[in-house]
């Protein structure tokens, strides 16, 4: 079970939901309107379990960067780690930050 993860986790123009199983999905805009990446992953190997700090591995399932075929980019199977420290979940694979319902109340991820 990934509780400290579980749940919709938000930012500007950008949105992630983690279901109690590990797996979630990732969708990024470009900063207005234009979504630029789609992805699902499944967690694994989930260290901490608290909501204020807890770290996990992340292995991309499915991937879409929407006509971007930059080769340096994310592929399906990679893996990364998400790590969540006081409310903010940051994605190592995407270097995206995502907010719990409290920091995104507070701004921390943007507008």
């Known amino acids: 079970m ?4 579980a749940g919709d986790w ?10 109690p199983s590990g797996h979630g999905e ?3 805009n470009d ?6 990446l789609d992805m ?6 989930q260290r901490g379990s608290g909501p204020a700090h ?7 399932l499915t991937l879409d960067l929407h006509g971007n075929n930059d080769p340096n980019l994310l592929r399906v199977g990679q893996r990364g780690t998400f790590s969540i420290s006081d409310g903010v979940l ?6 995206v930050t995502f907010c719990n319902n409290t920091q995104q109340v507070a701004g921390t991820c943007g507008a």
């Open 2 to 5: 990934f509780t400290a993860f």
């Open 10 to 19: 938000v930012g500007h123009t950008r949105s992630l939901t983690i279901s």
């Open 26 to 28: 990732e969708h990024v």
């Open 31 to 36: 900063g207005c309107c234009t979504t630029v």
């Open 40 to 45: 699902t992953f499944q967690l694994s190997a």
């Open 54 to 60: 807890a770290t996990a591995t992340a292995t991309v």
């Open 90 to 95: 940051t994605d190592q694979l995407n270097q």
